[in-house]
């Protein structure tokens, strides 16, 4: 079996990577990780450079159905994430366009596809998610916030945490209890709501350094209307875990991760002990074929 990229892949990867290295010369030095983005106005500014960049080329929605504004194919998608992972490029919305676009092609009605999935691609409005909360977190299906259906619309009142980026977002996607008497896991709703709402509060979660890349959101009231869902009333687990499917792709970060190991090996090259290079110890060289070969299998 080849698994060579094809001729037409290798051309394809390598404009990928020739976008992102160029964007690479621009990227702020306090970008480190993707809590920078959200941290600092410069680094979020980077981001929001990038989005429009790829918007343009169309690299934000890179194996989405035609009809949906998609291009290219999936390979294309694993290639962009390995030139922005290499590059430690941001741009790609990972609430909106890594975990909520597909989860709406999957689960969305044609209505919600059509009024959300484009803006999403043009990178005209970024992301938050809405799921944690104080007393809910790795068991998320016991969270309390409510949004009670009163006509057409939703009133939703409670708390969510650890809301990553909920202080620059347009938009949040969230779970919430909307059966006050249903049984547990068929009780929840997910709803798409605009983060300018009245009635919305995002307050900072402060690091003991003073940065905040983390928020606590409070809904007091707040009024959403019903077309907002995505799925069915009160189904909404089914569609959480539809979106967790999406949530841990880590293409990006294993690439970054093999950029580190070549700057590794360069530094045991050029470093010295003992008159030899640290390359040259056998202890050394071992560490670092073990990480090698487990970044290859991470890979495949």
């Known amino acids: 079996?080849?698994?060579?990229?094809?001729?037409?892949?290798?051309?394809?990867?390598?404009?990928?990577?020739?976008?992102?290295?160029?964007?690479?010369?621009?990227?702020?030095?306090?970008?480190?990780?993707?809590e920078g983005v959200f941290e600092y106005d410069e680094c979020w500014e980077f981001h929001l450079h990038c989005a429009r960049q790829f918007a343009q080329k169309g690299w934000l929605s890179l194996a989405w159905p035609p009809e949906y504004g998609g291009t290219g194919n999936m390979m294309d998608r694993v290639l962009f994430a390995e030139a922005r992972g290499y590059h430690g490029i941001p741009g790609v919305d990972i609430f909106g366009v890594g975990m909520l676009a597909p989860t709406l092609i999957q689960a969305g009605s044609e209505e919600v596809k059509k009024e959300f999935l484009p803006p999403i691609a043009?990178?005209?409005?970024?992301?938050?998610e809405l799921w944690s909360e104080p007393n809910a977190g790795s068991d998320l299906a016991a969270l309390s916030t409510t949004a009670i259906r009163k006509g057409d619309e939703y009133i939703i009142n409670g708390q969510k945490t650890w809301n990553t980026g909920a202080h620059r977002a347009d938009w949040g996607f969230g779970v919430f209890k909307t059966d006050l008497n249903a049984r547990k896991h068929h009780n929840l709703t997910f709803i798409l709501l605009d983060m300018k709402t009245p009635g919305i509060t995002v307050k900072p979660i402060r690091y003991m350094d003073g940065d905040s890349p983390f928020c606590e959101v409070y809904f007091d009231d707040v009024r959403v209307p019903a077309k907002n869902i995505v799925g069915q009333e009160n189904e909404g687990w089914a569609v959480v875990n539809t979106l967790a499917g999406f949530e841990r792709s880590s293409l990006t970060e294993i690439m970054s991760l093999v950029r580190a190991l070549e700057e590794l090996v360069k530094f045991c090259n050029e470093t010295k002990r003992n008159g030899q290079p640290l390359s040259r110890d056998p202890v050394i060289r071992n560490r670092i074929a073990q990480l090698a070969c487990e970044l290859e299998a991470a890979r495949a």
């Open 1 to 34: 079996m080849d698994f060579e990229l094809t001729d037409e892949q290798k051309a394809r990867r390598k404009e990928f990577f020739d976008a992102c290295k160029e964007l690479e010369k621009l990227k702020p030095l306090r970008l480190v990780g993707i």
């Open 122 to 128: 043009r990178a005209e409005v970024m992301w938050c």
